[in-house]
């Protein structure tokens, strides 16, 4: 028997996806809740309920509009939805998630219909203790919050208020692989402005329209938004997501010691990569302390999964310096050197290599893939092959968002000096990430073991048997 607020009937409940059952209410629940002739007369089982919606699904030949129906669902009938998704969790989640919420978040204003989570833009920060105290319903307890100022989403880049649309995302792995119970979970998106053009010309846009806030009046409106939910969720978690590299790790620092505060492409991305890599370990019989490792990427995501790497590597036995020069890292000018002209972040200073190491090393024009042939565009730098050429390494991971970048030379090269090298094309969605698994099976003759950031189809291993791609994310 469904327990609705006294108040609440009719419309009201059908409304409400918490507590909407569709066509599951029973002809006695029908009548006490005012529902008689508000639905078809048929009273049917979950079960009957999920048949039809994968029915539905079925003639839904677009991955983006099946993403955008199941959307839908959600905002109709909670149960249902998280039903139909543990049932079918395997076929779902790249739907729900990567690689088709890429396209469902750059598309936010085009498909919006219904407000789901908090929006708190900065020409309304006066009133943020307000927002969230208003934001959920009486005897709610939040806690678990996921919020995003969407300025490096999914390897897409700035999306503004967008990113409501990965909080969510996240918060449905939470809920449907996590058993959280969604009534203590909100997503919030900081709508801080957007430097992406193309939102600001559409007119259909709907986020604040205006360049993106930095600086101390950003750093401000941070520091108001925890102290706010401080005092309003005094209980809950805040999961940072897809924030700006200038600002995730500093945002992480500054209140990680003050607050229930975790982020997920420096800790989330960090752990679970190093979680893949153990595993693959244990099939090579090797040890994390000998392995030689070379991260391409050297963002967010890369230094988060470089300190999670060296933490371990410490817990091996070896001073965090030593554990330090077994990892390099490799960013869109080169290999991290020091006194590099660029300049680095300080966390990626700390990875740096030494000048004499690689004094003898080839060096070659790099740049970002929009350079054009301008001379003060072109860098000068050890770019991946070379990298490889020289360190022969054991692990190869990719969070660079260029596609493709491990080549047939590239895998070939570590595999001439490792017997079962370890390979990670970790970038999303799949058209960014840096490899397809086929294609470094084949190049390593079957002898890699692989591991991606986005789904990809099965694989054949050495002796011609299939091989379930593992997904690292």
């Known amino acids: 028997m469904l ?29 006490m809740l005012n529902l008689e002739g508000l639905l078809p007369p048929i009273v049917e089982s979950l079960d009957d309920q999920v048949k039809r919606v994968m029915a539905q699904l079925e003639t839904i030949k677009d991955e983006l509009d099946k993403n955008v129906y199941l959307r839908s669902l959600y905002d109709l009938n909670e149960v249902l939805f998280f039903r139909v998704l543990h049932d079918n969790m395997e076929d779902l989640l790249p739907i729900i998630y990567t690689p088709t919420e890429s396209k469902a978040i750059k598309s936010y204003s085009q498909h919006y219909t219904t407000p789901r989570g908090v929006f708190i833009s900065y020409d309304t920060k006066d009133k ?21 100022d969407g300025e490096q989403i999914l390897g897409i880049g700035d999306q503004g208020v967008g990113a409501i649309e990965i909080c969510v995302a996240k918060l449905v792995l939470y809920i449907g692989m996590g058993g959280v119970h969604p009534s203590i979970t909100l997503p919030i998106v900081l709508d801080v402005g957007t430097d992406n053009e193309e939102l600001l010309k559409n007119e259909h846009y709907v986020g604040w329209r205006h360049k993106r806030i930095r600086g101390a009046a950003y750093d401000s409106f941070i520091g108001e938004f925890v102290a706010c939910v401080r005092e309003v ?52 019989d090797g ?19 470089a300190d999670q790497i060296c933490d371990a590597i ?53 740049g970002n893939d929009d350079d054009d042939d301008d001379d003060d565009k072109k860098h000068e730098g050890y770019e991946l092959s070379e990298v490889v050429s020289q360190v022969k390494p054991t692990i190869l991971l990719g969070v660079s968002t260029h596609a493709r970048a ?53 694989v054949e291993g050495k002796s011609g048997e299939k091989l379930r791609v593992a997904e690292c994310n």
Not at 17 to 30: H, I
Not at 250 to 269: M, V
Request: hydrophobic share 40%.
């Open 3 to 31: 327990r609705a607020p006294s108040s609440m009937r009719g419309q009201a409940i059908l409304r409400d996806p918490r507590l909407n059952k569709g066509t599951a209410f029973t002809k006695k629940e029908r009548a």
């Open 128 to 148: 943020m203790r307000d927002i969230l105290s208003s934001c959920v319903e009486a005897g709610d307890k939040i806690l678990l919050i996921v919020v995003s």
């Open 233 to 284: 969720f005094p209980k809950a978690l805040l999961h940072w997501e897809d924030f700006g590299v200038e600002n995730a790790r500093r945002i992480l620092k500054k209140y990680q010691h003050d607050f229930q505060t975790f982020n997920d492409d420096i800790q989330g991305t960090g752990a679970i990569t190093l979680a893949a890599l153990l595993a693959a370990l244990k099939v090579s």
């Open 287 to 305: 040890k994390l302390v000998d392995q030689r490792i070379v991260i391409y990427g050297a963002g967010t995501a890369g230094i988060g999964i």
């Open 314 to 366: 410490v817990r091996e036995g070896i001073d965090e310096d030593e554990a330090k020069k077994k990892i390099w890292c490799i960013d869109k000018f080169g290999l991290l050197v020091k006194g590099m002209s660029d300049g680095m972040s300080d966390q990626q200073e700390a990875y740096a290599r030494s000048k004499e190491e690689v004094q003898k090393w080839k060096l070659s024009n790099l």
């Open 406 to 458: 491990f080549t047939e030379h590239i895998v070939k090269e570590m595999s001439q000096h490792v017997d079962r090298p370890i390979i990670f094309p970790l970038s999303n969605p799949t058209k960014l990430s840096e490899a397809d698994p086929r294609d470094v099976m084949a190049w390593s003759e079957g002898r890699a073991l692989v591991a991606t950031g986005s789904p990809f189809p099965d």
